[in-house]
């Protein structure tokens, strides 16, 4: 059966185009930077919002009625199969991403629960077969159920820090079957909500321990995929333990891991742990661990991660910047952890939002790839940083000099002249090139 009716495969048709239906920027042949844009933006529909989420929220109950609802769970889940790969097909993406609840319901048991999965499993795997989709992630979901609330690979109980590894077990056997290119390990409830009944030395520790018998049975398994940590920084619990980059960065290193494991960097995580996008880009990317990106934005008025598509045109192009200046995300994507908004309860509203996104990031890649080209921000930072290249500042950076020489330095100058960093300049000259990316 049909699920999105009177809609044919989703083209590029250009920006004078009003097709509702039809993409105005993403053209996946077109070449930007040596690469097609589909190479270089390696989009990918998440399962849990696009096919399992209802509009619900914490003031409503659930305002999208699919046509899958009235069937039992079982059944429910292969509705939902045969829609996501409609769904895949007319948008033309080549990835898509799930935890093991998004595909197949939850049993009596941790055994019913595998049955139920190796059932939705088969079935992907045969409509994988005659599609061109690929698994770019799996991971489970280890903090929705009540035997979660004091974490999984967190808690403080034995028995809930073994389930959650027999889950993870058959996630990454799942993944393997799939072919999946990344394996994602969930944030959810890896955190506290206080310290005064936290052994927070033996959660980390524990965190850690985890971790490396994942890895030992990836090995085991001959199960390649890149490992990829997704910082989280508040939800649920008041304190999370993958905050952000930075922090996951000390983690990974103290414990071992670093060899490991890459992030998937979340755009509305960023904002909510007081960074921008770009900057946690950046310190992954400098870091050598930018693996890959779930695509979204929040609501600058709303302190919660809201999960909108990505629209704002100079977020996605401050974010490719930093893609592009990565050679791309390699075996990762830009996964759309995206949810319509409560009041787009219409099937196809899910078409309208991915081409929304995906057009945002064909933009931003272009204008980024033009920035880079013509040097704008490199000649502005280079610039901007030259006294570093002769006298004083060459010592200081190679490190050939001592506190004494920089006080005989010191005393030596006269008044210190600072130069503008013509911020507004800078912002405008961006705006000069979004505003021109029709012609790019």
């Not at 799942?174 to 072919?179: C, F």
């Not at 060899?259 to 946690?280: D, M, P, S, V």
């Not at 693996?291 to 704002?312: C, I, K, M, R, Y």
Request: hydrophobic share 40%; aromatic share 12%; glycine share 8%.
């Amino acid at each position: 059966m049909a699920y999105f009716k009177g809609v044919e495969k989703v083209v590029y048709e250009g920006h004078k185009s009003t097709n509702p239906f039809a993409f105005k920027y993403y053209n996946p042949k077109e070449a930007v930077g040596g690469k097609t844009m589909e190479e270089f933006l390696r989009f990918s529909v998440a399962y849990w919002h696009t096919f399992t989420a209802n509009g619900s929220d914490p003031f409503g109950a659930g305002t999208m009625v699919r046509p899958w609802d009235s069937l039992s769970e079982l059944d429910k889940a292969k509705a939902r199969v045969e829609a996501a790969f409609e769904l895949f097909e007319k948008l033309n993406v080549p990835f898509f991403a799930f935890h093991d609840v998004d595909v197949a319901p939850e049993g009596a048991s941790l055994k019913e629960s595998n049955k139920n999965l190796d059932v939705i499993v088969a079935m992907i795997k045969d409509y994988m077969k005659t599609s061109n989709v690929k698994l770019l992630w799996n991971t489970v979901n280890n903090f929705t159920h009540p035997r979660f609330v004091h974490g999984a690979a967190t808690t403080n109980s034995a028995d809930v820090y073994a389930y959650a590894a027999a889950k993870v077990k058959k996630g990454l056997e799942v993944g393997k079957e799939l072919g999946a290119e990344n394996y994602v390990f969930w944030g959810g409830r890896e955190g506290y909500e206080t310290l005064l009944n936290t052994n927070m030395k033996l959660e980390l520790d524990n965190l850690a321990r985890f971790y490396h018998m994942a890895i030992d049975y990836a090995k085991e398994i001959g199960f390649d995929a890149q490992f990829l940590i997704e910082p989280k920084p508040k939800e649920p619990t008041t304190h999370q333990y993958d905050f952000d980059v930075a922090t996951g960065i000390g983690f990974l290193y103290q414990y071992g891991l670093q060899n490991h494991f890459k992030f998937n960097i979340e755009a509305n995580h960023a904002t909510l742990a007081g960074h921008t996008f770009e900057h946690e880009l950046r310190v992954a990317r400098e870091a050598g661990m930018l693996g890959s990106v779930d695509a979204n934005q929040g609501d600058p008025l709303l302190g919660w991660d809201t999960d909108e598509f990505p629209t704002d045109l100079y977020s996605t192009t401050l974010a490719m910047y930093e893609i592009v200046k990565n050679g791309g995300l390699g075996r990762g994507g830009l996964n759309f952890d995206a949810k319509v908004r409560r009041g787009s309860f219409e099937l196809n509203d899910l078409i309208h939002a991915h081409i929304a996104g995906m057009d945002a990031f064909a933009v931003g890649l272009k204008v980024a790839n033009k920035l880079i080209e013509d040097k704008v921000l490199d000649g502005i930072i280079e610039e901007r940083y030259s006294s570093f290249n002769t006298g004083i500042g060459e010592k200081i950076v190679s490190g050939t000099t001592s506190l004494k020489e920089l006080e005989e330095h010191a005393l030596s100058l006269g008044e210190i002249t600072n130069q503008s960093g013509r911020l507004e300049k800078i912002k405008a000259t961006i705006n000069q090139y979004l505003l021109h990316v029709n012609e790019l």
